[in-house]
């Protein structure tokens, strides 16, 4: 079954086609990161006008590196939540368009979802349930995925995204948007423990986290340096930085680990791709005799092939949806009716 997948959700435009949820024929990703880059951050309205100007053509171009025609789509998945509406909105409308003039089904996919499906991408033989630690731009949560449709959240930040935080500390340091590859690649060349950073401890339930002391704490190291005249060692703060957001997530995802009883832990979304976290993880699971997946870099970010993959799994629970599909900013992962 060919998926035609579309992605809009934020600054990256992407449509793939995914064979059986598993085989990604074609990948397409138009990205905008250099424009908002000028700004700092994404600009809405902007992110939607460049969405509306390369989705049809990036459609185009799937078909054609696939060798594909629209006679050979079986259906089209489409991120529909969360993100920023009007980006949303893009992708939600020329997908409508799509399966409309196409005559096929429409699929509808969250976007976290979505990004847990990256995993079956890289890893064919990944079967739920599984453990998942969700670490995006805006999520940052542990899902237990019961099965491809079916997920439980056993906590996550009360606060901040990690990514989110990243990208703060990286911006106040002169890094370019999205800060968190920078402050990556920085870190591994620092000593953490040249400066202390706090690791908060959030709320009653073991598997929530908190982000926001965390950064501001190093946005108040980066002030107070800048006041007083002292020159940072940017490279050793973002160890420090890394290390606090990495020792933030790992106990409590082995925590979570242990208590589900899983053997097999994946990790989701941009902030999978940090080396700090993705070593720490790696190091940790094994210490507990767990299976650790993580997706390659290119499908850790934003981008459409993870959503056929999802697409198909909706599709197979029959999880569609009509031309009154509509685009959502926030809608929780848990799939109630949309
Ligand atoms: O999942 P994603 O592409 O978008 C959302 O759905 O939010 O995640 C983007 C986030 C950004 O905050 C970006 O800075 C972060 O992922 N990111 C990283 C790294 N690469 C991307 N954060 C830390 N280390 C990285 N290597
Ligand atoms: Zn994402």
Redesign the pocket.
Known sequence: MNILAVES??D?TAVAIVQDGRKVLTDCIASQVDLHRIYGGVVPEIASRKHIEAIYGLADEALKNADLTRRDIDAVAVTYAP?LIGAVLVGVNFAKAAALAMNKPLVPVH??RG?IAANYLAYPELKPPFLCLV?????TMLVDVKDYTSVEILGGTLDD????S??KV?RVLGMP?????A???AATLGDERKYDLPRAKAGQNPYDMSFSGLKTAALNLIHHAEQIGEELDVNSLCAAF?AA?SDTLVPRTMAALQQTGYKKLAV??????????RADITRAAEKLGAEVYMPP?SL???NAAMIGAQGYYEYLAGNLADMSLNAYATKSILGESI
């Open positions: 959700s934020c990256e993100g976007h976290i990004h670490v995006s731009g805006g999520h995204a990690a990514g989110e990243f990208d990286a948007y999205p800060g968190g590859a402050l990556d690649k890394s957001v989701a979304g941009g902030v999978a791709a940090n080396s700090r976290i870099l850790c970010g934003d």
